[in-house]
């Protein structure tokens, strides 16, 4: 048996920030009122130069240097994102040619905020049932261009961003110790993109209408979310005969403070043993976590032996959760 060992992580947000008073000249909001509701006070914005496949080639490359692999090593490259470069190919053939990874197989995953999980559950199968041996990662959006910037409700809240984690075969005593994924399809209409896919091809009533855009049940969201994530916890750490005091670190999907806090006060777990960085980047879908997880053990927060859970949700409706033992 085999299990996957995160031997690196990398991220890259671009160098574009808003503030909520930048978008206080644009909507009507308060930096008070985002503050107080989301806990976001800034977000990065991808120029326009910038697309998914650039964000997240960055981040991979970070990664691999962390990690000390050779892109010719890398047997597979997984892309999770909502915001792909194009219809197809996917971003991670793009991310493929740009990082020269030439053996690996690339393919993309849509799972929305959840997508880093589903990616990395995915991942670590191929590393398990011993097909692959080094595994890319990568969770990567540019938000920004499927906002309505006239929706208060929504373009308050998202970022652009990208991180990424390299995955290698290691010994059973440590790494990835279990992936938990659900879906619920009949919520489909909580948070979703209708146009400019095959049910409303691209049109200019699509532009129009905002079709292209995000939208967004945002309390019933959040409701559901606590929900979900709380749920999620638990079932990775009954997985692994684990208690909620036994965990070194949460890395929570960054949507929103108060939904974090609620799962925090539901599981009793410190507030210090919780990664948060939505201050400064909003919630960057699938890009939240890995970006969280870089962070993480950039600053040292992370040591050998560490029992870690990351969980996300996100449209679909998707979740999920995964324990590490780093
Ligand atoms: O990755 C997964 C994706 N999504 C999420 O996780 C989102 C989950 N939901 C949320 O984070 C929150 O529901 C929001 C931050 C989106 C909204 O916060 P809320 O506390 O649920 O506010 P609300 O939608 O219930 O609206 C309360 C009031 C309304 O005014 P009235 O009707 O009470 O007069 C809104 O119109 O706040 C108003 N409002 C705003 N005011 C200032 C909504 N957005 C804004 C805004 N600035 N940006």
Not at 301 to 320: A, C, K, Q, S, V
Request: charged content about 25%; some cysteine; overall charge neutral.
């Amino acid at each position: 048996m085999f299990r996957s060992k995160i031997i690196g992580t990398g991220s890259y947000a671009p160098a574009k920030i808003m503030t909520n008073h930048d978008l206080e000249e644009i909507i009507s909001t308060s930096d008070h009122w985002i503050t107080e509701r989301t806990g976001i006070r800034e977000r990065r914005i991808a120029s326009e130069n910038e697309a998914t496949s650039d964000l997240a080639a960055i981040a991979a490359e970070r990664a691999l240097k962390y990690a000390g692999l050779d892109h010719m090593e890398l047997d597979l490259i997984v892309v999770a994102t909502s915001t792909p470069d194009m219809v197809f190919p996917s971003t991670a053939c793009i991310v493929q040619d740009k990082i020269g990874a030439r053996r690996a197989a690339a393919f993309d995953i849509s799972a929305a905020c959840s997508g880093f999980i589903y990616a990395l559950a995915v991942g670590d199968q191929y590393i398990r049932s011993g097909t692959f041996s080094s595994v890319l990662v990568i969770g990567a959006e540019v938000m920004s261009r499927i906002i309505d910037w006239t929706d208060r409700g929504t373009c308050i809240l998202f970022g652009d961003g990208a991180g990424a984690v390299v995955l290698k075969r290691g010994r059973v005593d440590s790494g990835i110790l279990s992936t938990h994924l659900h879906s619920d399809g009949a919520l489909w209409d909580l948070i979703y993109v209708p146009g400019g896919g095959s049910r409303i091809p691209p049109s200019i009533d699509v532009l129009e209408r905002k079709l292209n855009c995000i939208k967004m049940k945002g309390s019933e969201t959040f409701k559901i979310a606590v929900r979900t994530l709380v749920d999620a916890a638990w079932e990775a750490l009954k997985a692994n005969n684990l208690r909620p005091s036994d965990l070194d670190l949460l890395i929570p999907h960054q949507a929103n403070m108060r939904i974090i806090k609620a799962v925090v006060e539901k599981l009793e777990i410190r507030m210090d043993k919780v990664v948060m960085n939505l201050d400064r980047f909003g919630n960057t879908s699938a890009a939240s976590i890995p970006m969280a997880l870089d962070e993480a053990v950039r600053e040292g927060r992370i040591r050998e032996g560490n029992f870690i859970l990351m969980e996300g949700f996100g449209g679909g409706l998707t979740w999920g959760s995964a324990m590490v033992k780093w």
